[in-house]
């Protein structure tokens, strides 16, 4: 049977096996799917044990070490060496190749398990380190087929594209969910950086080094740290489409109407109550929720 999505948890059985896990840690699925930080590291492993017993009684089904990884990697729980080798056992394109029949499906799905396994083979208890979620420019989804050589996802492509020099020639960069305290600093030097993607990480604040990325329309920084909207992003001359979902901002600054580019800001469970009255909201789509 073909699966219909190439991404994490997008699949009917691995959505039942996750509202089962979840239901064992005492967390509804959808509460979680609006914040997946209410899963934590303490309650996924107190429940370890009942979960390790229920994915081993299933013997060869691939779905149930799936939904495990990315559990344990989103909370940064322990993950014994064992069981490491059996996700990773069971996690291989070789096993599903003849489910995908769209070129660009497939393509989306090696990208999807070559992340989840590089986090998972790097995984150490204690570092959270995030599945990725592909984001699409502009309503198009075809930044990582037509695109692709011109992007960089992850920690490993990105190193050797820093090694070889290649990062400077790059216009799309997928960083999500490796635990970054700060944006690489080499980041600020890629002149022609078109979109770049830091969601699920732990970064704070941003410097006013990223007013050298002239070129960047796109950024998107959902699951961070943020307590205050970064004013040097209010700088950014051509920016049009920003994201600070899920995080602690309580705060948009009158400044952010100085982004004359600027077509959607996405703000979605933050603390803030309202929008304030003197954004500038003509052209602009505010996509807001209260946390």
């Given at each position: 049977?073909?699966?219909?999505?190439?991404?994490?948890?997008?699949?009917?059985?691995?959505?039942?096996?996750?509202?089962?896990?979840?239901?064992?840690?005492?967390?509804?699925?959808?509460?979680?799917?609006?914040?997946?930080?209410?899963?934590?590291?303490?309650?996924?492993?107190?429940?370890?044990?009942?979960?390790?017993?229920?994915?081993?009684?299933?013997?060869?089904?691939?779905?149930?070490?799936?939904?495990?990884?990315?559990?344990?990697?989103?909370?940064?729980?322990?993950?014994?060496?064992?069981?490491?080798?059996?996700?990773?056992?069971?996690?291989?394109?070789?096993?599903?190749?003849?489910?995908?029949?769209?070129?660009?499906?497939?393509?989306?799905?090696?990208?999807?398990?070559?992340?989840?396994?590089?986090?998972?083979?790097?995984?150490?208890?204690?570092?959270?380190?995030?599945?990725?979620?592909?984001?699409?420019?502009?309503?198009?989804?075809?930044?990582?087929?037509?695109?692709?050589?011109?992007?960089?996802?992850?920690?490993?492509?990105?190193?050797?594209a820093c090694k070889d020099g290649r990062i400077y020639r790059t216009k799309h960069i997928n960083l999500q969910g490796w635990d970054l305290k700060e944006i690489p600093k080499i980041i600020f030097k890629i002149k022609n950086?078109?979109?770049?993607?830091?969601?699920?990480?732990?970064?704070?604040e941003i410097s006013e080094d990223i007013l050298e990325l002239t070129s960047l329309k796109i950024l998107s920084l959902d699951y961070n740290e943020f307590h205050e909207f970064p004013g040097s992003i209010t700088k950014l001359?051509?920016?049009?489409?920003?994201?600070?979902?899920?995080?602690?901002?309580?705060?948009?600054?009158?400044?952010?109407?100085?982004?004359?580019?600027?077509?959607?800001?996405?703000?979605?469970?933050?603390?803030?109550?309202?929008?304030?009255?003197?954004?500038?909201?003509?052209?602009?789509?505010?996509?807001?929720?209260?946390?």
């Open positions: 049977m073909a699966r219909s999505s190439a991404q994490l948890l997008d699949d009917d059985e691995e959505l039942d096996l996750a509202t089962f896990m979840l239901d064992a840690c005492g967390i509804d699925y959808s509460n979680f799917f609006q914040d997946e930080r209410i899963l934590t590291r303490e309650n996924l492993e107190k429940n370890l044990k009942f979960l390790r017993k229920m994915i081993d009684n299933r013997f060869s089904r691939r779905a149930p070490y799936f939904v495990f990884g990315y559990f344990i990697l989103v909370t940064g729980a322990n993950m014994p060496e064992d069981l490491r080798h059996k996700i990773l056992d069971n996690t291989k394109w070789e096993d599903e190749e003849s489910k995908w029949l769209i070129q660009n499906n497939i393509i989306e799905r090696k990208i999807y398990l070559n992340d989840f396994s590089e986090k998972v083979r790097k995984h150490v208890q204690g570092q959270k380190l995030h599945p990725i979620r592909l984001i699409y420019l502009n309503g198009k989804n075809d930044l990582y087929t037509k695109y692709r050589a011109n992007t960089i996802i992850g920690n490993n492509e990105f190193n050797k950086l078109e979109s770049l993607s830091l969601d699920y990480n732990q970064i704070k001359s051509v920016i049009e489409d920003l994201s600070f979902d899920n995080n602690y901002i309580s705060e948009i600054p009158e400044s952010i109407n100085n982004l004359r580019s600027l077509k959607t800001l996405y703000i979605r469970k933050n603390k803030i109550e309202k929008i304030p009255e003197y954004i500038e909201t003509g052209k602009l789509k505010i996509f807001y929720s209260y946390f």
